[in-house]
């Protein structure tokens, strides 16, 4: 999908591109239901299914619908480090590993031995040393964070010094190679064949990745956007994660969003509009929504620079990474907003798509999904500039506590931020969906 048709006031129908025939096509409906997932690849690097994407959200987004919440991302704790530059995607590994694996670091830093050869009393085991209630079960975005830190402050394990390890040892010791092969078999040799390495000799090495995103499109309890007659359903909404995504989210979603809700609220909708006739595709609303998709692929294929899309994809990956990941400040959040415009600008001077429009040409549609990345990603990190406060999955670094960790700051900031589109390089308006808690109130987490 490239464009969302609206008339009226309502949405009544998109514009999309045949993948194989590169055929631009018009569809009618009486209403929109988007259901395209997140925007994790913002980041390059990722979890996510190499072709998953913001287009169809950020089309609606251009077309009225608010985004909500788009700094709000998941870091994953354990994930397999990264081998190399050469990667375009990250692997994820089953949080459950951590129910009997036990995270830990070198006490001594940069230490180069193997980790058979590390004596017990010269491991760090900082989770369970940090956190004695949880332990290693603490959430993934202290877990992340947690990580994070000792890999920054220098005990890193690996070739690349950004990783810790996850150990099986006691567990096997403790409950026997069996057992810890029928409940984590699969997961074992899925690392081993990636990485070589055998998770029942040696620990496993993890290291956070972006792997959902809590933010999306601003939709009310019916799922409906701002845009009346277009829905949002799944990772692509905002609606039920705030700064941290819950657990069981594919199911939760997936069955509220697609079972529970839209057949019910959906039909209420089309209840009044079942005087509508069906408009015809020749509308004025499809004639325009097409000839800006159009302008916008021939732009992408007349710049004819010397860049490739992926090296554009990949520096803004990095950007966003190293400054809207998981730990955010002032400073780095004002040089990367600079810096995305800057690639942005680079971009549209520079990038070499290849082929095509009327053909199968992964390179168009990989440009024209960076091109919305770059916008987005500039949205994220206004919003995380915003939020002057550390909550979930978003972590300034000048609202922490003493001890290191997050500070909320509910007095200020208990709102939904829902951002309303002005215009390429125009900031986007803000507006706030006040959070009252009226039965369980909010209190600080604690998991010592």
């Known amino acids: 999908m490239l464009d969302v048709v609206v008339i009226d006031g309502k949405a009544r129908g998109i514009i999309a591109r045949n993948l194989i025939t590169g055929e631009i096509e018009r569809h009618f409906g009486h209403s929109v239901l988007l259901a395209s997932g997140g925007y994790g690849n913002v980041f390059y690097l990722s979890t996510n299914a190499m072709g998953s994407n913001v287009t169809a959200s950020w089309k609606a987004y251009k077309k009225g619908a608010f985004f909500g919440n788009p ?16 990667q375009s995607k990250l692997t994820l590994m089953s949080e459950s590993l951590r129910n009997d694996g036990r995270v830990w670091v070198p006490k001594k830093q940069n230490d180069p031995r193997s980790p058979k050869d590390i004596p017990e009393d010269e491991r760090d085991y900082f989770l369970e040393r940090r956190y004695p209630a949880f332990g290693n079960l603490v959430p993934r ?9 000792r890999c920054d402050a220098g005990y890193g394990v690996g070739t690349s010094k950004q990783a810790a390890y996850l150990d099986f040892a006691d567990s096997i010791k403790r409950l026997g190679e069996n057992v810890v092969s029928a409940k ?5 040799e899925m690392y081993e064949k990636i990485t070589g390495e055998n998770p029942y000799k040696v620990p496993m090495r993890i290291y956070p990745a972006i792997h959902y995103t809590m933010g999306g499109l601003w939709v009310d309890y019916n799922l409906m956007t701002t845009v009346p007659g277009m829905y949002a359903l799944g990772e692509c909404n905002f609606s039920d994660h705030g700064a941290n995504r819950l657990g069981a989210s594919a199911l939760m979603q997936g069955l509220a969003d697609g079972y529970f809700v839209i057949p019910y609220t959906l039909g209420d909708y089309l209840a009044k509009e079942i005087g509508t006739k069906a408009i015809s595709t020749d509308h004025p609303a499809f004639v325009e929504a097409e000839k800006g998709v159009r302008e916008q692929i021939q732009k992408l294929l007349s710049v004819k620079g010397k860049t490739s899309v992926e090296h554009f994809h990949k520096k803004l990956g990095k950007i966003m990474w190293n400054n809207c990941g998981m730990a955010r400040n002032e400073k780095g959040l004002t040089e990367a907003k600079a810096a995305v415009r800057a690639l942005r600008e680079e971009f549209w001077k520079d990038v070499r798509v290849m082929g095509t429009a009327d053909e199968f040409n992964p390179d168009l549609e990989k440009a024209g999904r960076v091109a919305d990345f770059m916008e987005l990603g500039e949205l994220m990190i206004d919003d995380a500039l915003n939020r002057r406060e550390s909550c979930g999955g978003h972590f300034r670094e000048e609202s922490q506590t003493e001890e290191g960790e997050a500070k ?6 208990a709102y939904v931020a ?29 998991y010592k």
Not at 72 to 86: E, K, Y
């Open 141 to 149: 975005d202290v877990a992340s964070r947690a990580i994070k830190e």
């Open 408 to 413: 909320r700051d509910d007095d200020k900031f």
């Open 418 to 446: 829902a951002w309303e589109f002005k215009g390429v390089g125009t900031p986007a308006e803000l507006h706030k969906e006040e959070l009252k808690f009226d039965t369980v109130h909010l209190a600080q987490r604690s």
């Open 184 to 188: 984590y078999g699969n997961l074992f």
């Open 71 to 86: 700094c709000f991302t998941q870091i994953h704790p354990t994930c397999i480090p990264i081998s190399g530059d050469h």
